[in-house]
């Protein structure tokens, strides 16, 4: 089997930093994952903020909860067709998936009906772009000397002080361990509108708040560039390194990793080559 992904990108990085065994089952080995309600409740709630920002709040909230409720049941609807067994989705705990899949219902329209409440009251705002659209779902491509990085930003966001910066939208309950994606962001922002930003930060829906800002100036172009080859490096090399721990649990094919004690899966890495 062989990886038949031709760029690269912030999500890819940072999984095979994080667990390179978990890169090579979804990218190079395509092991079918298990589903899970949050991820759906973060892509309706981007749907919905996104859709709020880019008619310019002109929406009446009920309007857009109503979307983000929508979005939500159909991206539902249609994992339950690919995985209609409710016991091989991923909870939070030991929460029966039923369950947990309304609870996320009501959460998500709950964090969409802060992130508006937030925005109507905060001094800053999505920044405009030089054709007057707001700066939302940007799409990026970075040739990094012979390494194309794909990726979208949430969010550009201009701070009541005037400066702007990348911000991503994070549903989750953990905030990123380092803001390596929003350093990325900034080399973008470089590459798309010709200014580099100082500031990013990361908006918590659990919160309904960022963050405090993260200062960005130590992500440099060279810096994301060596980092991006020596992602491909380790592809092109093969080096897929497993890292068990607590990230298991919610990891989709976890269940399909020899690591975590499954010697017999179909997606087991090929074995070494012996020298004759």
């Not at 016991?87 to 964090?111: K, P």
């Not at 009251?121 to 007057?132: H, S």
């Not at 659990?206 to 405090?212: E, G, H, I, S």
Request: with cysteine.
């Amino acid at each position: 089997m062989s990886e038949t992904v031709t760029h690269r990108s912030v999500s890819q990085l940072s999984t095979f930093s994080k667990c390179g065994e978990q890169y090579r089952l979804e990218k190079v080995a395509r092991a079918p994952g298990r589903p899970a309600a949050w991820f759906h409740m973060g892509t309706a709630f981007h749907s919905a903020a996104e859709m709020w920002e880019k008619n310019f709040r002109q929406d009446f909230p009920g309007d857009i909860i109503d979307f983000y409720t929508a979005e939500y049941d159909r991206l539902i609807a249609a994992d339950m067709e690919r995985e209609p067994d409710l016991s091989r989705w991923m909870t939070g705990g030991r929460t029966r998936a039923e369950d947990d899949i309304a609870r996320r219902r009501v959460r998500g329209a709950e964090q969409v009906q802060g992130y508006m409440d937030y925005a109507l009251a905060d001094p800053g705002r999505v920044w405009t772009d030089q054709d007057g659209l707001p700066a939302l779902e940007t799409e990026f491509r970075l040739d990094l000397d012979g390494v194309e990085v794909v990726g979208f930003i949430d969010c550009l966001w201009q701070y009541g002080t005037g400066e702007v910066g990348p911000r991503d939208w994070k549903t989750g309950t953990k905030l990123p361990d380092w803001p390596l994606q929003l350093g990325v962001y900034r080399i973008a922002i470089q590459e798309l509108f010709g200014f580099l930003p100082t500031w990013g930060d990361f908006y918590m829906c659990k919160n309904n708040a960022p963050v405090a800002p993260v200062d960005l100036t130590r992500f440099t172009h060279e810096w994301v560039t060596r980092q991006f080859h020596n992602l491909e490096n380790g592809i092109q090399a093969g080096v897929f390194l497993p890292n068990p721990g607590d990230g298991c649990r919610t990891c989709g094919v976890a269940e399909h990793c020899t690591a975590v004690g499954n010697p017999a899966s179909e997606y087991a890495p090929s074995p070494i080559p012996q020298e004759v």
